[in-house]
C-alpha cells in the first residue's frame, strides 16, 4: 500500500529547453551580421573613393605647381626684361644729356636709350602685370599689385590640395569604419558559436552560453550603433 505523504517523483528536465529561444537568438544574430557585413562593404567602396579621389587630386595638384610655376617664371621674366630695358633707357638718356647736344656720345646714348625704350614697351605689352586689369597699376607711374597676382597663381593649386585633403580625411575615415566592422563581425562569429554550442548542450548549460551569446550581441549592436553615427 502506497503511503498518502510518500514524496512525488521528480519530472524529468525537458532536454530541449531554450531551445526555441536559442534558435531566435542565432537568427537574429544571423541578420545582424549580414547587415554589418554590408555596412563594412560599402565602408570599404567608400574608402576606395576616397583614396582614389585623393590620388587623383594630388596629381591634379602637383600639375597645377608645375604649370603655374612655368607661368610664373614666363611672366617675371618679361616683366624683369621691362624692368631692365626701362632702367637702361633713362640710364642712356641721362648720359646723353651730361654728354652735350653736339656730343657723338650723346647721340649714341640718345639711340641706345630709344632701342632700350622700345624693348621695354614692347616687353610691357605682353607683360601680365600691365595688360591684365587685375594687376595693373592704378596710377601712372605706380607698380603692379605683386600680391594679388601672388594670390591669384596659386589659388587653384591651394583649392586642389584643399579637395585632396578632404579626400583623404573621406579615405581615413571610412577605412577605420571599415576595419571596425571587421572586428565587429569578429564579435557576431563569436555569438554565433556560443549559440550553435549551446544547442548541444544541457538545459542549465545552455541557458548560461545563451546569455553570454546575448551579452556579445548587445555589444556588437552598440558599437554598431556608435560607428555609424559617427
Known amino acids: 500500500m502506497t503511503e498518502s505523504n510518500s514524496q512525488s517523483v521528480p519530472q524529468p528536465v525537458n532536454p530541449d529547453r531554450y531551445k526555441s529561444l536559442v534558435v531566435v537568438l542565432t537568427v537574429i544574430t544571423t541578420v ?9 562593404a560599402d565602408a570599404n567602396i567608400r574608402a576606395s573613393i576616397g583614396n582614389r579621389d585623393s590620388q587623383q587630386y594630388a596629381l591634379l595638384a602637383a600639375g597645377e605647381l608645375h604649370r603655374q610655376g612655368l607661368q610664373s617664371a614666363y611672366d617675371i621674366n618679361v616683366f624683369s626684361g621691362y624692368l631692365t ?12 644729356g651730361q654728354q652735350g647736344s653736339n656730343s657723338q656720345v650723346a647721340a649714341d646714348s640718345l639711340l641706345q636709350s630709344t632701342v632700350d625704350q622700345a624693348r621695354a614697351d614692347t616687353a610691357q605689352k605682353f607683360s ?11 596710377t601712372s607711374g605706380g607698380t603692379p599689385d605683386m600680391q594679388a597676382y601672388l594670390t591669384d597663381s ?22 577605420h ?28 548549460l545552455r541557458l548560461l552560453f545563451a546569455v553570454f551569446g546575448v551579452i556579445a550581441l548587445a555589444a556588437a549592436g552598440f558599437w554598431t550603433i556608435l560607428v555609424l553615427v559617427s
Do not use: C, H
Open 32 to 40: 545582424i551580421t549580414a547587415m554589418v557585413a554590408g555596412l563594412g
Open 128 to 138: 601680365v602685370f600691365y595688360t591684365d586689369s587685375r594687376y595693373a597699376p592704378k
Open 85 to 96: 630695358d626701362a632702367q637702361e633707357a633713362t640710364i642712356m638718356q641721362l648720359t646723353a
Open 154 to 175: 596659386t589659388a587653384a593649386a591651394k583649392n586642389l590640395v584643399t579637395k585632396q585633403n578632404a579626400a583623404a580625411d573621406d579615405y581615413n575615415r571610412w577605412n
Open 177 to 204: 569604419k571599415g576595419d571596425t566592422y571587421t572586428s565587429i563581425m569578429a564579435i557576431l562569429a563569436v555569438t554565433l558559436f556560443l549559440f550553435g554550442l549551446a544547442q548541444a548542450l544541457s538545459p542549465r
